[in-house]
């Protein structure tokens, strides 16, 4: 079983940067890959990014690529979510996520076991 809590969410400005950061409960956090998943308002929820086990390999949805990084740190049991140059667009609720057991970095909700409550990230224009 794992816990995950985010935090690092809240209101900036177009253009501005946000950390968001995911804490695990449990001692196997390092054999989990994780991801970061956002659902805005009257949309479904959109995969954002994932990372694997070892943080070695990373992969993001096109709209987030070159503008947001995530990133790990096993030895303290988190997972980072570096947003950058946000756009009105990227308001949402940011949750994360951990996956044991897709052997290829996974992309889909349902690949994934434990989710955190979420974090809101809004950005005005």
């Known amino acids: 079983q794992v816990q995950l809590v985010e935090s690092g969410g809240g209101l900036v400005q177009a253009g501005a940067s946000l950390r968001l950061s995911c804490a695990a409960s449990?001692?196997?956090?390092?054999?989990?890959?994780m991801g970061w998943f956002r659902q805005a308002p009257g949309k479904e929820r959109e995969f954002v990014a994932a990372?694997?086990?070892?943080?070695?390999?990373?992969y993001y949805v096109g709209s987030v690529k070159g503008r947001f990084t995530i990133s790990r740190d096993n030895a303290k049991n988190t997972v980072y979510l570096q947003m950058s140059s946000l756009k009105p667009e990227d308001t949402a609720v940011y949750s994360c996520?951990?996956?044991?057991?897709?052997?290829?970095?996974?992309?889909?909700?349902?690949?994934?076991?434990?989710w955190g409550q979420g974090t809101q990230v809004t950005v005005s224009s």
């Open positions: 449990g001692r196997t956090f390092s054999e989990y890959a």
């Open positions: 990372i694997n086990r070892s943080g070695g390999n990373t």
């Open positions: 996520a951990a996956d044991r057991t897709h052997p290829v970095l996974p992309t889909k909700a349902y690949q994934y076991d434990y």
